[in-house]
C-alpha cells in the first residue's frame, strides 16, 4: 500500500499534519499502535491552554501585550545555546503565528475561548529571566477535546472522500531508507483491544506491514510515560531525578519511535531538556498506571519542602516551575506540601485536564457559574474525599501529625535506603505565623505576600485565581489543608532536529523523505523552547509545526 504522505501518530499534531497535507492535495496514510478509542493522544487529556499574543480575550481584560514582548519573555525563558540555530528559527516563526493567524485560523474552525485569560509562569522575578509578562493562557472552550475537534472532524471528511486512510493498532518498528531516501515504515501489526480511552493497552502482535510514501512525518515523540527512559536523559542540572514518580500521560507516550528515526539516521537534539511539574498529585480515579494530575494553583498556598523548610523565592505556586523543580530536587526527597486552608482552595485550586474540568469541556454554562460562585469546584471536593495527598485538620499540631502519618505511609527511597521525612509542629507553626504577619500589612517584606497583592491587582486572578491576603489560620476560612506534591511527567522539550519545513536533519543534512511534528520535534525544531516554556505552548507548538509539515510534505511551502 502506498500514499503520497504516511503520518506515524494519530495525535494532534499527526491530525493537525494529515489533514493540512490532504487539503493541499496528498492522499495520506495515517498509523497509530492505539485503536480508534486513542485518537487525538495526549491533547484529550489536556487542559486546552493555548498561547496567544495580543488577542481580543487579552485586550478585554484589560492585557496590553505585543510581539516585542513575547519575543522578550520567549528568549528569556529559553536560554538557547549556541547550537540551538533552528530552534531559535522555530520559535521564532512560533511567535508570530502566535500574534498572528493563529486565533483566527482556529475561529474559522469554530474554536473558542473562556473570556478570562490565565497567567501561567509567572516567571523568576527578573525582567530579562523567565516567565510571562502578561497572561497569555487561552482556555479553549472544550479544554483539549474542544482543540482537537475540528482536526477529527476534518479527517473523517477526508476519510470519507477517499483521500485519508487510517489504520489503528500498527506499531512502527522501521524507517526504510532507499538511496538515501525515507520511503517506507513497517512494523507490527497489534491484536484488537477493546480497552477504553487512556487504558493501557495490549502489545501482543498478531502481524506485520509495510507501507510506502513519498514522505513520511514522524508525530510520536513523547517519553513521560517511560520513567526509565525519563531518568536517563535526566540531566545534572536538575538534580538526582525521582526514585518514584507520578505520570502524567497515557501509558502509549512511551518514546518508542526516537530510536526508530535515529536508527534511520535523524540527529536528536536536546534530549536533555524536560518539563516536569512539581504539583503533581496521585489521582484516586486513576485511568492509567501511575495517573497523577497536576494542580494549576493560585498564588497563596505556604509551600514547604519534606523537611519543612519554606521555598525559597522565586519558588512560589505557578511562578517557574523548572527553579523549582531543581530546588526541589536537590533536598533528598521526592515530595513537598502546600498548606493553605478552605478558602484558598475553593478558589485557587484548578486541575490540569480535561476530565477534572467537566463545565469547560462540556461547554457548559450552568457548571461554570458553580465554579465562579461559592464552593469548591466537584473534581477538587473529590480529591478532598478521597485523594491520598490531601488531609484536613483544625490546628497546626493536628495538620501536621496527619501530614506525617501520609509520609509514613508512603516511605521513599532516598539516596538509597528508605528514609521517611518528619516534620516538627512547632517549626510549622512558626512558619505559618511568620507568614501570617505580613498579610494585614501593605507594605509586606514577604515576596509571596507581594506576589499575591500583585495577582489581585489583574481583574482575572480577582475574579477567580486569587483571595484576598489573609492568615492562614483564620478560623472563618476553615479548616487547614495540606496537600503532599510529588513530579508529575510530561515533556520532553528536545526532539528530532528538523529545518523551518519540518524535514528531519541528520549529520547536518536533510533526511530526504522525512519530516517530524509535534512531541517528536520538540514542537518545532528539535526544541523550540529551550530550557523553559511559556505554558499554553505544547498545544500551540503541535498545531503550528503539524501545520508547517503537513503542508511541506505535501509539496506546499510552509
Known amino acids: 500500500m502506498s500514499s ?13 499534519a494529515a489533514t493540512e497535507a490532504c487539503d493541499a492535495g496528498a492522499t495520506v496514510t495515517v498509523v497509530d499502535q ?5 485518537l487525538g ?3 484529550y487529556w489536556s487542559f486546552g491552554g493555548l498561547f496567544l499574543i495580543d488577542s481580543p480575550e487579552q485586550r478585554r481584560m484589560g492585557v496590553h501585550d505585543s510581539l516585542d514582548l513575547a519575543r522578550r519573555d520567549w528568549w528569556g525563558s529559553a536560554q538557547f545555546e549556541d547550537h540551538d540555530r533552528n530552534p531559535r528559527l522555530w520559535a521564532d516563526a512560533y511567535l508570530e503565528f502566535a500574534a498572528g493567524p493563529k486565533r483566527e485560523w482556529l475561529h474559522r474552525m469554530g474554536v473558542r475561548f473562556f473570556p478570562i485569560v490565565g497567567w501561567a509562569e509567572r516567571g523568576d522575578g527578573r525582567a530579562h529571566g523567565h516567565g510571562n509578562s502578561v497572561p497569555r493562557f487561552h482556555i479553549t472552550w472544550g479544554t483539549g477535546p474542544g482543540v482537537l475537534a475540528p482536526f477529527v472532524a476534518r479527517a473523517k ?4 472522500a477517499g483521500r485519508m486512510r487510517v489504520h489503528f493498532r500498527h506499531r512502527v518498528t522501521d524507517l526504510v531508507v532507499e ?17 477504553a480511552r487512556g487504558v493501557a493497552s495490549s502489545r501482543e502482535v498478531v502481524g506485520d506491514f509495510s507501507l510506502r510514501a513519498d514522505a513520511v512525518i514522524v508525530t510520536s515523540g513523547g517519553i513521560g510515560a517511560n520513567h526509565d527512559m525519563v531518568r536517563a536523559q535526566w540531566p545534572e542540572r536538575l538534580g538526582r531525578p525521582p526514585a518514584h514518580m507520578l505520570t502524567g500521560v497515557p501509558a502509549f507516550v512511551d518514546g518508542s519511535m526516537m530510536p526508530v528515526a535515529r536508527a534511520a539516521g535523524a540527529e536528536l537534539l536536546n534530549p536533555d531538556r524536560m518539563w516536569h511539574y512539581v504539583e503533581g498529585i496521585g489521582n484516586w480515579d486513576p485511568v492509567w498506571p501511575g495517573h497523577g494530575i497536576r494542580i494549576l494553583p493560585g498564588p497563596s498556598s505556604l509551600w514547604i519542602d519534606a523537611l519543612g523548610r519554606r521555598l525559597p523565592d522565586p519558588a512560589f505556586p505557578g511562578f517557574d516551575t523548572m527553579s523549582t523543580l531543581r530546588h526541589l530536587r536537590c533536598t533528598g526527597h521526592d515530595h513537598s506540601w502546600f498548606i493553605l486552608n478552605r478558602r484558598i482552595i475553593e478558589k485557587e485550586f ?22 465562579l460562585g461559592s ?5 477538587i471536593e473529590a480529591f478532598l474525599r478521597h485523594g491520598e495527598d490531601f488531609v484536613q485538620a483544625d490546628s497546626v499540631a493536628e495538620l501536621v501529625a496527619r501530614m506525617n502519618a501520609v509520609s509514613a505511609s508512603g516511605s521513599e527511597l532516598v539516596d538509597g535506603g528508605s528514609s521517611t521525612a518528619v516534620l516538627d509542629a512547632e517549626d510549622i507553626a512558626e512558619l505559618i505565623a511568620e507568614r501570617d504577619a505580613q498579610v494585614d500589612n501593605p507594605f509586606a517584606k514577604d515576596r509571596q505576600i507581594q506576589a499575591i497583592h500583585a495577582a489581585r491587582g489583574y481583574l482575572g486572578d480577582r475574579i477567580m485565581r486569587a483571595v484576598p491576603p489573609h492568615r492562614l489560620t483564620d478560623p472563618e476560612a476553615g479548616p487547614l489543608i495540606a496537600v503532599r506534591l510529588r513530579v508529575l511527567t510530561r515533556k520532553t522539550l528536545g526532539g528530532l532536529h528538523t529545518d523551518l519545513q519540518g524535514r528531519v536533519l541528520g549529520s547536518g543534512a536533510v533526511i530526504e523523505g522525512l519530516f517530524a511534528a509535534g512531541e517528536a520535534a520538540g514542537f518545532g525544531g528539535g526544541g523550540m523552547h529551550g530550557h523553559n516554556a511559556l505554558e499554553g505552548t505544547f498545544l500551540g507548538g503541535c498545531l503550528f509545526s503539524g501545520r508547517v509539515a503537513g503542508r511541506a510534505a505535501a509539496g506546499l511551502d510552509g
Open 4 to 16: 503520497d504522505v504516511l503520518v506515524i501518530g494519530a495525535g494532534l499534531s499527526g491530525l493537525v
Open 179 to 195: 538511496a538515501g531516501r525515507v520511503t517506507r515504515a513497517s512494523g507490527a501489526v497489534l491484536s484488537d483491544d477493546g480497552t
Open 41 to 43: 493522544g495526549q491533547a
Open 375 to 379: 464552593g469548591a469546584p466537584e473534581p
Open 157 to 160: 471528511d477526508h476519510i470519507r
Open 34 to 38: 492505539e485503536s480508534e478509542a486513542d
Open 350 to 371: 484548578a486541575l490540569s485536564g480535561s476530565e477534572q474540568n467537566p463545565d469547560l469541556t462540556g461547554k457548559s454554562v450552568r457548571q461554570l457559574a458553580g465554579r
